[in-house]
Each structure stands twice: as C-alpha cells, then as structure tokens.
C-alpha cells in the first residue's frame, strides 16, 4: 500500500465517519424519508452531468498549477504532474492541508523547491479567493446577513495581495540570518512569498482568477443544477452565489474540507430561497457528494498508483 495513504488512512476514516454522521444527522431532522426519495428520484444521467461539471473544474484547476509551475522554471511530464497534483484531493478533509504538502514531497524529486509549491499553492488559494468573492457577490441584496462576513474577506484578500507583491516582504523575512527554527521557518516562508509574488503579477494574477472563475463556476452551475432537479427553483446567478458563500464561509471556519459549516450554510440559504428542508438537505448532501467527495475519491484513485517520489525519467 502506499505510504502516504497507510499513513492518512486514521484520518481520513474519521473525517468520513464524523462527516456521515452529520449528513445522517440533517437527514434524520429534515424527514428522511422524503430526502431519500428526492435523490432516488434522480436519473442516471442527471447524476452524470452533476459528476462532469465538478471533474472539468479539477482539470481546469491542473491547468492553472501547470502554468504556474512553468511560470517558475519547471517543465513537468504532465501525466505524472496531473497524478501528484489531483492526489493531493485526497486527503483534502484530514486537517493540516496534508494534500498541499503531500504535493511539495513528490515534486521535489523533479526538481521543484518546497518554497515553489508553497507559492504556487498560496497563488492559488488567493484566486480562488478572489473568484469566490465575486460569485459571492451575486447574492449582495438578498442575504445581507452574510454581507460583513464577505466585506471582511474581501478587506483581508485584498490586503494580502498588496503585501504578497510587495518587494520587500521577502527580504523582511528572510533577513536576520541564524541556524534556528525560527529562523528557518522564516527564510522558507521568504523563498515561499517570493515565489507567489512572482506569480501574483498582473497577466498571471488576471488568467489565475480567470481559470477560478471556470472551475468554480462550474462547480457552482453543479449546485445549481442539483438544487433544480431537487425541486428548488433556484435562478442562476442566487443560486452559484449560494454555493460560493457556503465555500467560502465553510473554508473560513478552518475545519477540513469546511465539513459542517459549508453544508449548514448551504442548507440554511436554500430554504430562504424556498425550499422545503428536506429539498434544502437532499440538494445540500448530493452536491457536496459530487464536488467535496468526489474529488477526495479521484484523489484517492491518482494516490494509489503513487507508489514513492520518483526520480524523473531520464
């Protein structure tokens, strides 16, 4: 078996556990009955678009990592490249974004720097928080109780953007010399900002947030999707606004995966815009089932095969 995922099997066996029991949880107090029947009602094929909107967003999301990795020197085999980075949603529910760094050990035996995937990674995070944010804002006018949790991501994105591209911040951090912790901690954060700064122009930082808006988006259409074929009647542009304000404030809350706060804040808007709560809970669990665990089963297929950090063929 592989190491990494003997390793993570504790973990990811619980956070499964702990997430069954709060979806059987919803389940039981929306009526169960009424919940299994809506998804049982679903065709094949309808489960089948749900599943392909997700996929293409992961793929999407690939492509970004890729050319940001290019971007800073590194020509991977894209086969073996896609395997490591769609592995990493493996373990996307265990805590401590064990995925991430799960990415930084196989790619150093291509060559690739930890400060270069802790770059890319924070580059990443920071368009998708940015893509998030304005699909959030679809909802402005409508929910306006989420209105200041959004205002203060917002301020806090932004504020990291200034100071991620600000010339001196690496320097700041890698300054001061000496052989301690500390000190090596902050000269990786250092090698780290200076990668993401350089991916944080504005030609990348645009076709970054551009590549999240797809892939999220389509994610979002999936729970657009899923909320209709339900039977709430959701329009377009509230209900991709839904979706990325339960992401955004499920990732927010740190728990992995936004497990419980994501599918509380989902359910919760969706039964404000009119469904009944055992709609609200069967869309709320099926679209989770189709973005959040299929990519930790997808993850789980491309880990397998990952048997060790290879060296690249020569």
């Given at each position: ?11 990811l066996?619980?956070?499964v ?10 389940i039981a107090?929306a ?9 049982r009602a ?7 678009v749900?599943?392909?909107l997700p996929?293409?967003g992961?793929?999407v999301?690939f ?12 020509h ?7 395997r490591?980075y769609?592995a ?12 991430e760094n799960?990415r930084?050990v196989?790619?150093?035996a291509?060559?690739?720097p ?17 893509a998030?944010l304005f699909?959030?804002?679809?909802t402005f006018?409508l ?8 205002a203060?991501?917002?301020a806090?994105?932004?504020a990291?953007l200034v100071?991620?591209r600000?010339?001196g911040?690496p320097?700041?951090?890698?300054g001061?010399g ?6 090596r901690v902050?000269?990786m ?8 700064r350089?991916l ?10 551009a ?7 389509a994610?979002a259409l999936?729970f ?6 339900i039977?709430v ?9 839904v979706?990325?304000?339960?992401t ?11 497990v419980g706060?994501?599918?509380a804040?989902m ?7 009119g469904g009944t ?15 959040l665990?299929w990519a930790v089963a997808l ?12 060296e690249?063929a020569r």
């Amino acid at each position: 078996m592989n190491a990494v995922l003997q390793r993570s099997r504790r973990p990811l066996a619980l956070s499964v556990v702990a997430a069954a029991g709060v979806y059987l949880l919803a389940i039981a107090l929306a009526d169960g009955s009424e919940v299994w029947e809506r998804l049982r009602a679903l065709s094949p094929g309808a489960v089948a678009v749900l599943l392909a909107l997700p996929t293409f967003g992961f793929a999407v999301r690939f492509v970004r990592w890729d050319v940001y990795l290019r971007a800073l020197g590194h020509h991977l085999p894209r086969p073996r490249h896609a395997r490591i980075y769609w592995a990493g949603f493996a373990l996307t529910t265990t805590p401590g974004k064990v995925g991430e760094n799960l990415r930084a050990v196989y790619l150093r035996a291509y060559g690739v720097p930890v400060a270069h995937s802790v770059g890319a990674f924070v580059a990443e995070r920071l368009g998708d928080l940015v893509a998030m944010l304005f699909l959030s804002g679809l909802t402005f006018g409508l929910l306006e109780r989420y209105s200041a949790a959004v205002a203060a991501t917002s301020a806090l994105t932004v504020a990291l953007l200034v100071a991620l591209r600000s010339p001196g911040l690496p320097d700041w951090l890698e300054g001061g010399g000496g052989t301690t912790l500390l000190a090596r901690v902050r000269r990786m954060a250092g090698h780290g900002v200076a990668a993401a700064r350089d991916l944080l122009g504005t030609r990348l930082l645009v076709a970054g947030v551009a590549i999240a808006l797809l892939a999220w988006g389509a994610e979002a259409l999936t729970f657009v999707l899923a909320a209709r074929w339900i039977g709430v009647d959701l329009p377009l542009g509230v209900g991709m606004g839904v979706f990325a304000l339960g992401t955004l404030l499920g990732a927010v809350s740190m728990l992995p995966g936004g497990v419980g706060p994501t599918e509380a804040v989902m359910g919760g808007l969706l039964m404000l815009a009119g469904g009944t709560a055992a709609e609200a809970t069967a869309a709320t669990v099926l679209v989770r089932a189709v973005t959040l665990w299929w990519a930790v089963a997808l993850g789980m297929v491309a880990l397998v095969g990952l048997t060790g950090p290879e060296e690249p063929a020569r």
